[in-house]
């Protein structure tokens, strides 16, 4: 039951890739659920344009998963416009490691809770969940996203699958700037709780069963400054 947490997957695996191995097997299946698309999309649009074999996009995530091992027949690439919730629970049963890429937050949200209705099965799942940015966010119970990351510009928190059961904040894409990393310190201390920052290089191993965690850097950590009663 192990959580894979990346900012930026393909570089996390140029970075760990021996670590991340000692996780996901050259053998394991994985099925891919691209969904954090910035507009609504339909069968044919996701396809052929947003996650076509020919984009960056979808080339990043597969060239990733090779240097893992994974062979290009044991990746199932799943279409909410086109698969049934039963199609979906058959290729969960069947995969070792489900992965959750990056992009807008709330429409993966939409599509896993609204449209597809497999919150109860993603939270209490027993596999490999691998998650990129938007798809590391939203395992969380609860999230925040800065206004540098977020699609309107704000800072804010939103309400996440729960597959983490609320033991930490997470940022992701943080970046060395003094008054980003202030405000990530201030969330710390307003909300009594730690706030791991995962740079693009970065990742977080979090064992879902005991929580326990591998950090595998750069990674910061700010920890809520004790204040006056």
């Not at 394991?28 to 698309?37: D, E, R, S």
């Not at 052929?48 to 080339?59: A, D, G, P």
């Not at 800065?146 to 997470?170: E, V």
């Not at 894409?173 to 706030?195: E, F, G, P, S």
Request: proline share 3%; with cysteine.
């Amino acid at each position: 039951m192990y959580s894979l947490l990346f900012s930026d997957f393909p570089k996390g695996v140029e970075n760990h890739a021996l670590e991340i191995k000692k996780y996901v097997k050259e053998d394991y299946k994985v099925a891919i659920l691209p969904w954090a698309f910035p507009v609504e999309l339909d069968k044919d649009k996701f396809e052929n344009e947003y996650f076509s074999k020919n984009t960056n996009r979808y080339q990043r995530y597969i060239q990733a998963l090779k240097k893992l091992g994974i062979k290009d027949e044991n990746i199932i690439i799943c279409n909410c416009y086109k698969d049934t919730k039963e199609d979906l629970l058959k290729v969960f049963k069947k995969v070792e490691v489900i992965f959750l890429p990056g992009g807008n937050p709330e429409m993966m949200f939409k599509k896993i809770v609204h449209d597809m209705e497999l919150l109860y099965d993603l939270k209490h799942t027993k596999k490999i969940v691998i998650g990129e940015s938007a798809g590391t966010e939203l395992q969380l119970k609860r999230y925040f996203i800065t206004a540098k990351n977020n699609y309107y510009k704000y800072f804010a928190f939103y309400d996440g699958l729960g597959l983490l059961d609320d033991p930490f904040y997470i940022d992701v894409h943080t970046i060395n700037n003094k008054n980003y990393l202030n405000k990530l310190q201030k969330v710390a201390d307003l909300k009594k709780k730690d706030v791991y920052a995962i740079y693009d290089g970065g990742a977080i191993i979090y064992n879902r069963e005991n929580s326990k965690m591998v950090i595998l850097e750069p990674v910061k950590k700010f920890i809520p400054k004790l204040g006056e009663e």
